[in-house]
């Protein structure tokens, strides 16, 4: 089976490090935050090395533990906003083809992390000029991208759109706390001040404070969240902020606090309006996860 043809066609194509890059116009996006774009170009650059065994883990266990196995094997399959390709490295394995497509630099990190995946295309493009044309994938996914796009909804119905007629979608969006209490939330909204001072800073200090953060603020919480799971009291610890990252690399643990504290524009949302708006997309069949980090959700199409 031939690769999904592109539309229209790149207007350049670049030599990465490991894999040829194609190019399309994202300057005319509407539906895009320069600056958000710019932080993840710069944030993938720093984290820019994930092992295998990483990337297994946390994918099969977190994020593609409500995909069937027929749905992504021998299928083609598009990952909107790859970053460096972590997981578009994990659906290669298992998918006939992947086009991976990310508006930033962080594309050049994924031509390198990617480099031995001989099934995989790269394109840097955004979520409103896709270069493909509608209902041609068979699985579509964006993992902890679209809640960075200034019209989620649009931006999720543009993903959708690519899909065939029972394909399936898989999206990952920041959740608003809602399956949490009042004092997580509280948390939260402390911590979401800190993030809005800091995203605004220089990428040397921010990335400087962000690691700072990691190591004050995000370890002695897993380590809480540890020592209540070692003894038993699993249901305590799922009640520490950042029990998430229990067994997670320290690696994972500065890139998520980087991801979480140098971005400029980030929403969130509740379960229901998530499935509203995937609901509103053409997506039926829903079905959500009930393991962190939330909201994951997949849904099939009409």
């Not at 119905?157 to 990952?172: D, E």
């Not at 690691?211 to 305590?236: E, H, Q, R, S």
Request: with cysteine.
């Amino acid at each position: 089976m031939e690769p999904i043809a592109f539309k229209p066609e790149p207007h350049s194509v670049t030599q990465g490090n490991g894999r040829v890059i194609y190019n399309f116009d994202i300057e005319f996006s509407t539906n895009i935050d320069t600056a958000t774009v710019e932080s993840f170009g710069e944030e993938w650059t720093k984290f820019n090395h994930f092992s295998d065994q990483e990337i297994e883990a946390i994918a099969s266990e977190h994020y593609f533990d409500i995909v069937k196995p027929e749905w992504i094997e021998n299928k083609q399959v598009l990952d909107v906003g790859c970053g460096t390709g972590r997981w578009t490295k994990f659906v290669a394995k298992r998918a006939l083809r992947v086009d991976a497509v990310d508006p930033s630099k962080a594309i050049e990190i994924a031509s390198m992390l990617l480099f031995d995946c001989d099934n995989v295309r790269l394109s840097r493009a955004s979520v409103d000029n896709l270069p493909f044309a509608d209902s041609n994938f068979d699985f579509v996914f964006s993992l902890g991208v679209l809640h960075h796009i200034p019209d989620t909804q649009l931006a999720m119905q543009q993903c959708v759109n690519k899909l065939k007629p029972g394909g399936y979608f898989l999206v990952y969006l920041y959740y608003r706390f809602d399956n949490k209490g009042s004092w997580f939330k509280l948390i939260f909204y402390l911590s979401n001040y800190v993030r809005k001072v800091i995203s605004g800073l220089r990428e040397p200090v921010k990335n400087t404070l962000c690691d700072i953060l990691a190591v004050i603020v995000y370890l002695p919480l897993i380590f809480t969240g540890w020592c209540f799971k070692k003894v038993g009291l699993k249901a305590v610890a799922r009640q520490i902020p950042l029990h998430f990252y229990v067994g997670k690399t320290f690696n994972v643990i500065r890139n998520d606090a980087r991801d979480r504290f140098g971005t400029p524009l980030e929403q969130r949302f509740t379960k229901d309006e998530i499935r509203r708006m995937m609901e509103r997309s053409g997506l039926t069949d829903i079905i959500f996860s009930e393991q962190e980090p939330y909201w994951h959700a997949i849904g099939k199409k009409k």
